[in-house]
């Protein structure tokens, strides 16, 4: 299995311009998170979904914009880059309610100059 | 908003001895507590978890212990080696919470020396 995969590691942007991060997972998880982590912060919510077709905020959606039209895949669409969005952002997947434990894929590294 | 917090930031330990990495939190409605391991240009892997109805588990060299009246919990590593060299996570899930979500600590940067 390859659990949950993230495309691209790294990516330069230039203010103003748009990406997309991709991120799947295989192990047929119906709950799917998008964090960032910067550095001694901590890890924080931007979007999360709990099955195909529902998404919803986290706690720093601003800039940012999802979908999940399969369960595999829960792409982050980031609109009008800007340096704040300069971070490293990770995919999680989570399966059985109540069991609490989320996967994390290998993270984005992005820079926003 | 819900919080939890960490400390200490960063620890320093010599190899064999004990790291121990403290969390506090402040809303009672909690039922599941993680803490998470990250490497370097990894993301955070699963270490070991508690939920609020045991005082401690123990998972080879990792210790959880959970103080409910407190609001505390803390992670023990026992015999600490070079290779847990990693940063740590403690979190915790709402109970009932509709996307599984967590709440994360901020980090403590761990280094063991050899």
Not at chain 2, 75 to 101: R, W
């Amino acid at each position: 299995n390859a659990g949950v995969t993230q495309t691209p590691k790294f990516r330069i942007l230039k203010i103003g311009q748009s990406m997309t991060l991709q991120c799947t997972q295989d192990m047929n998880h119906n709950y799917m998170y998008w964090y960032r982590q910067d550095p001694g912060m901590g890890l924080k919510l931007i979007y999360y979904s709990v099955g195909a077709g529902i998404t919803d905020k986290g706690e720093v959606p601003n800039g940012y914009n999802v979908s999940r039209s399969t369960t595999e895949d829960f792409p982050l669409r980031l609109e009008l880059a800007a340096p704040s969005q300069t971070s490293v952002y990770f995919c999680a997947s989570s399966g059985r309610p109540g069991s609490g434990e989320q996967y994390f894929g290998p993270g984005t590294r992005l820079t926003v100059t | 908003q819900q919080q939890v917090k960490q400390s200490p930031q960063s620890l320093i330990v010599q190899k064999g001895g004990i790291s121990i990495i403290n969390c506090a939190y402040e809303n009672t409605a909690f039922d599941y507590f993680p803490w998470y391991q990250q490497f370097p240009g990894k993301g955070p892997a699963l270490l070991i978890a508690i939920r609020p109805d045991v005082s401690e588990k123990k998972e080879g060299r990792f210790t959880i212990s959970f103080n409910k009246s407190a609001k505390q919990f803390s992670l023990h590593i026992m015999d600490s080696q070079p290779g847990d060299s990693a940063t740590y996570f403690c979190a915790a899930k709402p109970v009932g919470n509709y996307g599984q979500n967590f709440v994360f600590g901020p980090g403590t940067r761990l280094s063991v020396l050899p």
